[in-house]
Antibody, heavy 123, light 106 residues
Framework: QVQLVQSGPEVKRPGASMKVSCKGS????????LHWVRQAPGHGPEWMGW????????KYAQKFQGRVSMTRDTSIGTAYMELSSLTKDDTAVYYC????????????????WGQGILVTVSS | DIQMTQSPSTLSASVGDRVTITCRAS??????LAWYQQKPGKAPKLLIY???SLESGVPSRFSGSGSGTEFTLTISSLQVDDFATYYC????????FGQGTKLEIK
């Protein structure tokens, strides 16, 4: 069955960077776009961007451009999301999620989600 | 960016009730809309895509409708397992989620 397994919770200082991982299994990793979505406490989900695991191409939400980087290692079926210059407003649960099969240009609904990673930014 | 507005923010209902949640887009998105269910401490779960297509394995009491800018999610007969928060998401231009509707037990 399709699984997206994410790395563990993190605590970061303001100004630091975070890098979280998402390992896909049960499907062909390079055949589906992989999205990153975050959810601050008590808020709705917020889309951050996607990576095409086949080509390595990316698209980032404007809000995060210049501060986010999405990469992948196809040899181990794992995607990474790095976010820099953290502030307390970046405290959230970060999810990876798979785009549906017929995702056009990366823009699609999300059919499988990782378990989420709580990242806390605190001094 | 396309904004998604859900109503109501909170909905109190009883087991067996029929409930409807509305999602409005700030511009036309054709039928590029999905609905998700989220329970506390868990990831969102896909229920509906392309406005009205039921995801495999999702009970048939869930249904979606709408096009253009106004969409609805209907649960025909509420079960205990359905009390959760529901989100809409557009995928016409990038991805945007609504702020959520919390479905509570009356």
């Amino acid at each position: 069955q399709v699984q997206l397994v994410q790395s563990g919770p993190e605590v970061k200082r303001p100004g630091a960077s975070m890098k979280v991982s998402c390992k896909g299994s049960g499907y062909t990793f390079t055949a589906y776009f992989l999205h990153w979505v975050r959810q601050a406490p008590g808020h709705g989900p917020e889309w951050m961007g996607w990576i095409n695991p086949h080509s390595g191409g990316t698209k980032y939400a404007q809000k995060f451009q210049g501060r986010v980087s999405m990469t992948r290692d196809t040899s181990i079926g794992t995607a990474y999301m790095e976010l820099s210059s953290l502030t307390k407003d970046d405290t959230a649960v970060y999810y990876c999620a798979r785009g549906e099969e017929y995702c056009s240009g990366g823009i699609c609904y999300l059919d499988h989600w990782g378990q989420g990673i709580l990242v806390t930014v605190s001094s | 960016d396309i904004q998604m507005t859900q109503s109501p923010s909170t909905l109190s209902a009883s087991v067996g009730d029929r409930v409807t949640i509305t999602c409005r887009a700030s511009q036309r998105i054709s039928g590029w809309l999905a609905w998700y269910q989220q329970k506390p401490g868990k990831a969102p779960k896909l229920l509906i895509y392309k406005a009205s297509s039921l995801e495999s394995g999702v009970p048939s009491r869930f249904s979606g409708s709408g096009s253009g800018t106004e969409f609805t999610l209907t649960i025909s007969s509420l079960q205990v397992d359905d009390f959760a928060t529901y989100y809409c998401q557009q995928y016409d231009t990038n991805l945007t989620f609504g702020q959520g509707t919390k479905l509570e037990i009356k």
